[in-house]
Every structure is written in structure tokens, then in C-alpha cells.
């Protein structure tokens, strides 16, 4: 069996998040599943513009951990479109064995803790 391409595991993880946004009520404007193509998902909700970054993190990164360079310069960039930014890292590993790959039909662990909204440096 082979394992997920890091294309499929991002493909997961917009999954995982992408669903739980249509639950908390975001409306989606334009979704971006390729790889390294910022923001993932563009919405609106309650009248206001929101930007998504997506993430899939392997097991043993901590999936809330983000690079603040990059996300302060997309948080910089929603703002001319009066947007909010968006970060959502997803954990993923096997289920039975966090240290082994994820492969086609496995069972895997899911580590979201939802969306952490980026704050303009002080």
C-alpha cells in the first residue's frame, strides 16, 4: 500500500478543516487546494472577508506551531482587503502508530484545534 503524497495530505487536511467551517456558518468564496498557493480558502462570514491558511503537519510537529514571517505577510495582505487571517494546522498521524507513514485506507489520528486568528504584530 503507498503512502499519502503530500498533496493527498493537505487534500485531508482542507477536508477536515473545510468541514468544520461550513459548520461554525462560512460561506466560501474561492477554495485553493494546491500546494504552496495561499490562501486556502477565502470566505465570507457574517458580512466580513476571512483568509484560511491550511496546513498538514506530520506527527511529531505540533500542528499549532505556524512560520511568523509568512503568516504576518499574509495577514498583511488580507488586510487590504479588510480581511481577517486564518491559520488551521492539522495534525495527522497513523492511528495505530503515530511514527508510522499514513498509506492508502489507514486509519489515521486528527489533531485540529480549529482556526487561530493572526494579530498584527505590536
Do not use: W
Amino acid at each position: 500500500m503507498e503512502e499519502l503524497t503530500e498533496q493527498q495530505l493537505h487534500n485531508l487536511a482542507m477536508e477536515i478543516v473545510g468541514k468544520r467551517m461550513e459548520e461554525e456558518g462560512f460561506e466560501f468564496m474561492t477554495v485553493n487546494s494546491e500546494l504552496k498557493k495561499d490562501p486556502q480558502f477565502v470566505c465570507l462570514k457574517d458580512k466580513k472577508l476571512h483568509f484560511v491558511i491550511v496546513r498538514a503537519i506530520s506527527y511529531p510537529n505540533n500542528p499549532l506551531k505556524y512560520d511568523s514571517t509568512f503568516m504576518e505577510t499574509v495577514r498583511a495582505h488580507a488586510e487590504k482587503f479588510e480581511a481577517k487571517t486564518y491559520y488551521a494546522g492539522v495534525g495527522l498521524a497513523h492511528a495505530d502508530n503515530y511514527e508510522l507513514p499514513i498509506k492508502k485506507n489507514d486509519s489515521y489520528a486528527i489533531n485540529f484545534q480549529g482556526l487561530q486568528k493572526i494579530e498584527p504584530d505590536a
